[in-house]
């Protein structure tokens, strides 16, 4: 076979998600004509769906060497780099898909998710603007301002922001992001301190408030386990990936357990110690938290139980953290 019966034999492969031989026939096609930006697009992308990330990297780049104006190989290179912390270089990918295309709605949302990782909370609500000037139904990206205002003390306008989002999720039919949501908004109206709260919002850390404020009804400790808060990012991450029937058949909060009852805890007491704990983690760790919380998953799917009664902890026994 030439290159381009390579090609779409790889394409079809890919879309029986037959990965592996996908990438044989994308390798014979980048043999046969190595500058063929189409097909180390592509490999990257089965790459990535294999969960060789740095590789799926390596193809976007080589796509994008080829062809400087392939704005989606810029926009899937960010988006893994963000999955793997490197937040600025996923906002130099999303900006440069900006230039290719200033209508890409992801590239404004990613962007300013990173943006908000990064502490620039002004930048991040600009770009959550503009991706709700295209599509004012994106619930989350409601959510991101909600936060990124919250984290600039706005509190009026966070709260306009997690109602409007609140409505759009109910509407969407997504129940447990309507919560979390709803759980903010109460957090909000009932802290006697909210400077204190406001002192970081993103959803790990006001979730984790929410349950020691409002299930306790006393002040949390000012502490958190930092694997807690990369599992629960990685879970989001994985649980994306699966159909919709088999997402609603998983307990999120037994899928986290399970992972953190397999992975070493590291605390924190400040903002700083956060992000050098985080990078520790991800250094030594990133291949256990991934492998652990899949396997969570799986666990969790199979066994499909019904779920308990939930563990609501008293001021005895309290020891999660929250704020910082």
């Known amino acids: 076979?030439?290159?381009?019966?390579?090609?779409?034999?790889?394409?079809?492969?890919?879309?029986?998600?037959?990965?592996?031989?996908?990438?044989?026939?994308?390798?014979?096609?980048?043999?046969?004509?190595?500058?063929d930006a189409d097909a180390f697009y592509n490999r990257g992308f089965v790459r990535y769906k294999l969960g060789n990330k740095q590789g799926a990297i390596e193809d976007y780049t080589k796509a994008v060497c080829i062809n400087p104006k392939k704005a989606a190989a810029y926009l899937n290179r960010g988006s893994v780099r963000l999955e793997l912390a490197d937040e600025q270089g996923a906002i130099e990918d999303y900006t440069q898909t900006i230039l290719l295309n200033s209508t890409c709605l992801e590239a404004y949302y990613h962007?300013?998710?990173?943006?908000?990782?990064?502490?620039?909370?002004?930048?991040?609500?600009?770009?959550?603007?503009?991706?709700?000037?295209?599509?004012?139904?994106?619930?989350?990206?409601?959510?991101?301002?909600?936060?990124a205002r919250l984290n600039l003390k706005d509190e009026q306008r966070a709260v306009q922001d997690y109602q409007k989002a609140e409505k759009l999720y109910r509407e969407q039919g997504m129940t447990n992001e309507c919560q979390v949501v709803q759980a903010k908004i109460e957090a909000i109206s009932t802290t006697s301190t909210p400077n204190q709260f406001t002192r970081g919002a993103n959803?790990?850390?006001v979730d984790r408030y929410i349950s020691a404020a409002t299930i306790t009804g006393k002040p949390p400790?000012?502490?958190?386990?930092?694997?807690?808060?990369?599992?629960?990012?990685?879970f989001d991450i994985q649980i994306a990936r699966l159909p919709k029937t088999v997402q609603a058949q998983i307990n999120r909060t037994d899928a986290e357990a399970w992972a953190l009852n397999h992975l070493p805890a590291q605390y924190a007491t400040s903002q700083r110690w956060v992000h050098r704990s985080t990078e520790k983690l991800l250094e030594k760790h990133r291949e256990q938290i991934t492998a652990a919380v899949k396997q969570g998953i799986t666990v969790v799917f199979k066994n499909n139980q019904p779920p308990e009664s939930p563990y609501l902890p008293d001021s005895s026994n309290w020891d999660e953290a929250s704020k910082l």
Do not use: W
Request: proline letters at 2%.
């Open 1 to 35: 076979m030439d290159a381009a019966q390579f090609y779409h034999q790889a394409v079809s492969r890919a879309l029986m998600e037959d990965f592996l031989g996908a990438i044989e026939d994308f390798d014979r096609v980048i043999h046969l004509n190595p500058n």
């Open 221 to 234: 400790k000012r502490y958190i386990n930092v694997m807690e808060k990369l599992v629960t990012g990685e």
């Open 111 to 147: 962007r300013g998710r990173a943006r908000s990782c990064l502490g620039d909370y002004h930048g991040a609500i600009e770009d959550f603007n503009r991706t709700l000037n295209f599509n004012p139904t994106f619930a989350d990206a409601c959510n991101q301002r909600g936060d």
């Open 203 to 205: 959803r790990y850390k």
